[in-house]
């Protein structure tokens, strides 16, 4: 695959609300790519939904084409994003879905790579860290080239909470989410700053954070999710801009870190799992994972997460 595109072409599979948070997106930011594309099992509904943002083409300062297709279209895609699955449903974990996910991608991933498609995959199913294995098993592509959007949305919970508490952007927040996207994730605190300032050194020297309990902050953004469901059934927003978040920095090489699912070689001391780790990301794919120095107790929960998602990954049958 070339280092740039001249002409970006996205392929969605699974326009539900995940799928067309992400496209809605998409529209609204004029440059990301020059062709979307949305494919599902209703066809009707693939149609309606390409009309619908067609429509609004003309107050936009966008040219993107948008229309409905087949998944032949992924011949020449740079990109295939998946959005396609069984949607949580309040009560449920993203390790209960993944069953029924599994056949679903199945019936995705052959005719995807049957097309002749050379790109990169962007999984958003839940649960995503198998998913993302799944598809990397299906489709026979250098685990690189198939990312998920792994712990993205849980540290940007993460850094809008922190800024609430700490009264500054979350722009200016840098820290991570690492693990699984899910119950076994966590924040490893000692790679938390404000600026370039420790976050546990603010706690600890200024009177006015001393209050602020960090694992209260750690805990609320694993059940923040959950919250979501229980108030508006679903959550879509938010993930749909994380998903436009990486498909820019893959489509325009931009080389960034994001958290994603990915699998490592050796980081960490993990092999053969997707797992939520801070990677840089390019028009390759993943070109490195960050290495961060985690503590003991940190890297011992990392090993919990890998232990969880390799649990699962060792009974899906690919």
């Not at 998946?82 to 991933?109: M, T």
């Not at 540290?155 to 009264?167: E, M, P």
């Amino acid at each position: 695959m070339c280092a740039k595109f001249s002409k970006k072409k996205v392929v969605l599979v699974g326009t539900g609300m995940v799928g067309m948070s992400y496209a809605y997106s998409i529209l609204n930011s004029p440059g990301v790519c020059d062709e979307l594309v949305l494919i599902d099992i209703d066809k009707n509904r693939a149609k309606g939904e390409a009309m619908d943002l067609n429509h609004s083409l003309a107050f936009l300062n966008c040219s993107l084409k948008v229309r409905a297709g087949e998944y032949e279209d992924c011949k020449d895609a740079d990109l295939v994003t998946i959005c396609a699955g069984i949607p949580r449903k309040p009560g449920d974990s993203r390790l209960d879905l993944l069953n029924k996910n599994v056949e679903i991608f199945k019936s995705i991933i052959d005719p995807v790579m049957s097309s002749g498609f050379n790109g990169c995959f962007l999984i958003a199913s839940n649960p995503v860290d198998v998913m993302s294995y799944v598809t990397h098993k299906l489709s026979g592509l250098e685990p690189q080239r198939v990312i998920g959007s792994g712990t993205a949305l849980d540290t940007a919970r993460l850094r809008y909470l922190l800024g609430v508490n700490f009264n500054v952007s979350p722009r200016s927040i840098h820290a991570h989410f690492f693990g699984e996207h899910g119950d076994s994730g966590f924040v490893p605190w000692s790679q938390a700053y404000v600026g370039s300032k420790a976050i546990e050194q603010i706690c600890r020297e200024d009177e006015k954070y001393k209050h602020i309990n960090l694992d209260d902050i750690a805990k609320e953004v694993k059940v923040v999710a959950a919250n979501v469901i229980k108030a508006k059934k679903a959550t879509y927003y938010s993930i749909g801009i994380v998903l436009k978040r990486i498909t820019h920095a893959i489509l325009h090489d931009e080389n960034c870190v994001l958290d994603l699912s990915v699998m490592p070689n050796g980081e960490y001391g993990k092999k053969g799992l997707y797992i939520g780790l801070p990677a840089i990301v390019g028009s390759s794919g993943v070109s490195r994972i960050l290495q961060l120095n985690l503590r003991e107790e940190e890297q011992e929960k990392l090993n919990v997460a890998c232990n969880t998602i390799g649990e699962f990954c060792s009974n899906v049958k690919v």
